[in-house]
């Protein structure tokens, strides 16, 4: 069972997004085992974005991810990293496919609406960046029954 880390970013909450996106991931049958607002700041970004940092556009980005507060999740599931990765779509909101996020909500590379983990071991490394251990929930074993064959958890 793989546990990923999704933002909801100013983007998101600006369009009043937040409840169509945590429902989606519901309706998809992953759990939300941690879920909070916060806002972020230079020095996290910093850290999350370290892949951006010289790019021309990381002074907007910054700008765009300190608008609003975030809404943070750690959504728990088989396979949830590259299953999230798929709902949140291509980066460009313009070139992602629809039914994904991204692809329904968003016209843009940057404005983008959400965040997701895009692999196992940053996932590992972001749930901790946004997470303290107390809050993440582990109240879900008696759902799986529900959502998987015995041979899939
Ligand atoms: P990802 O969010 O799909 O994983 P990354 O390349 O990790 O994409 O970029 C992180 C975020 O930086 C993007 O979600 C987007 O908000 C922003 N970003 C990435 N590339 C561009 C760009 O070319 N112009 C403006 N913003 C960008
Ligand atoms: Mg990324």
């Not at 989606?24 to 806002?39: E, P, S």
């Not at 990381?58 to 975030?70: A, D, E, G, H």
């Given at each position: 069972?793989e546990?990923?880390?999704v933002?909801?970013?100013?983007?998101?909450?600006?369009r009043?997004?937040?409840?169509d996106?945590?429902?989606?991931?519901?309706h998809?049958?992953?759990?939300?085992?941690?879920?909070?607002?916060?806002?972020?700041?230079?020095a996290?970004l910093?850290?999350?974005y370290?892949?951006?940092?010289?790019?021309?556009?990381?002074?907007?980005?910054l700008?765009?991810?300190?608008?609003?507060?975030?809404?943070?999740?750690?959504?728990?599931?088989?396979?949830?990293?590259?299953?999230v990765?798929s709902?949140?779509?291509?980066?460009?909101?313009?070139?992602?496919?629809?039914?994904?996020?991204r692809?329904?909500?968003?016209m843009?590379?940057?404005?983008?609406?959400?965040?997701?983990?895009d692999?196992?071991e940053?996932?590992?490394?972001?749930?901790?960046?946004f997470?303290?251990?107390?809050?993440?929930?582990?109240?879900?074993?008696?759902?799986?029954?529900?959502?998987?064959?015995?041979?899939?958890?």
């Amino acid at each position: 069972m793989e546990s990923t880390l999704v933002l909801i970013k100013p983007s998101g909450v600006i369009r009043c997004l937040i409840g169509d996106i945590i429902a989606r991931f519901q309706h998809k049958g992953l759990i939300i085992a941690g879920l909070k607002m916060m806002q972020l700041d230079e020095a996290i970004l910093h850290e999350h974005y370290a892949h951006l940092v010289d790019k021309p556009f990381f002074p907007s980005l910054l700008v765009s991810m300190t608008r609003t507060p975030v809404v943070a999740m750690v959504v728990k599931g088989v396979d949830a990293v590259a299953v999230v990765r798929s709902m949140t779509g291509a980066t460009n909101g313009r070139k992602a496919a629809p039914g994904t996020i991204r692809g329904d909500f968003s016209m843009s590379g940057q404005e983008n609406i959400v965040h997701a983990s895009d692999s196992v071991e940053n996932a590992d490394i972001e749930v901790r960046r946004f997470f303290k251990p107390e809050e993440v929930f582990n109240y879900t074993d008696d759902t799986f029954k529900y959502l998987y064959a015995p041979d899939e958890v």
